[in-house]
């Protein structure tokens, strides 16, 4: 944990070549009279990590749910590698083949959750096989394997038996990241996946997520309070105000020379 805290600076990666994997275009979000993402632009590269800060109520996580689509949009589209999730907007009805359409894009986006959302009642192993075998129909026996393997990456190779109530806050969560990868997702999205931690617990995590980025060539898309870690695991870094992105550049550049007066104040506050 000291290591992270001490915070190295990731090294800028330049995207402006790669493919895009995500793409939010003029995309707002109102709950009644709250516009709450007002026609955002984001476009995250293959591969990039983007870490989402700012205050609370600033539409982070609503971006991270639109993507999921847990959410629907009152304006605007969403493409993920190239395909939209236009009928996901306000109003509109979904037929089969939209329903369809919709399950592909959601196996191919892990989200991690602040409250881990395992199931309590399936071991650490069967949490991690419950989709494959549901949604991508694998055998039990491949997803067996893949899940074994996960949970060995996650540091938890000993605990397949063990049941949710039986692991650590930061072991569960280790498990809900390997459930995630599971599914073999093109796109990982973490929502504020070490704030339900005790602090001596949330480096464990966070090594994880860093050897994930190391290892698999997963786009990522992380909320955090953690500017130490979006410091040092993130490409890109945006901050948002108001539903919309006031500022964003590279990690290093973000934090050693913030230029808007609102990141300014933001930093100044939480660092
Ligand atoms: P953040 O993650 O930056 O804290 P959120 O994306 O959770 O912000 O929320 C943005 C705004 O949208 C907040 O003002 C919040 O109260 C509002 N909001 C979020 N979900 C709902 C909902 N289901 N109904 C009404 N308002 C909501």
């Known amino acids: 944990m000291s290591e992270l805290q001490q915070g ?9 070549d790669s493919q895009t994997m995500i793409h939010f275009e003029k995309v707002t979000k109102r709950y009644g009279d709250l516009v709450v993402l007002d026609e955002l632009e984001l476009k995250i590269a ?9 205050p609370s109520g600033s539409g982070k996580t609503t971006v991270l749910r639109m993507l999921m689509t847990l ?11 190239g395909e939209p999730l236009t009928h996901m907007k306000q109003g509109e009805r979904l037929v089969s083949a939209d329903r369809a359409h919709l399950r592909r894009m959601r196996a191919s986006i892990g989200m991690v959750f602040q409250h881990f959302n395992l199931f309590p009642h399936m071991s650490a192993l ?8 549901s949604v991508l129909g694998l055998s039990k026996p491949e997803a067996r394997e893949r899940a074994v393997e996960l949970l060995e990456m996650v540091g938890l190779g000993d605990k397949n038996e063990h049941y949710p109530a039986q692991l650590s806050g930061g072991q569960q969560q280790r498990v ?18 070490t704030s339900a931690l005790d602090p001596e617990l949330c480096g464990e995590v966070l090594q994880v997520i860093r050897k994930l980025g190391e290892q698999y060539n997963l786009t990522m898309l992380m909320v955090t309070h953690q500017m130490g870690f ?7 870094v945006c901050f948002f105000d108001s539903g919309r992105i006031e500022e964003q550049g590279p990690a290093d550049v973000f934090f050693d020379n913030p230029k808007n007066p ?3 104040q933001f930093l100044k506050a939480v660092l």
Do not use: H, W
């Not at 959410?71 to 590698?81: A, F």
């Not at 979006?230 to 890109?236: L, P």
């Open 262 to 264: 609102r990141t300014q």
């Open 8 to 16: 190295e600076t990731s090294v800028s990666r330049d995207f402006s």
């Open 176 to 193: 809900a990241i390997a459930r995630a990868l599971a599914m073999r997702p093109k796109v990982m999205l973490f929502d504020e996946v």
């Open 126 to 133: 069967q949490n991690c096989m419950q989709a494959p075998v």
């Open 46 to 54: 293959a591969n990039e990590k983007v870490a989402i800060i700012g």
């Open 71 to 81: 959410e629907r949009i009152n304006g605007g589209v969403i493409y993920v590698d």
């Open 230 to 236: 979006a410091k040092e695991f993130a490409d890109r």
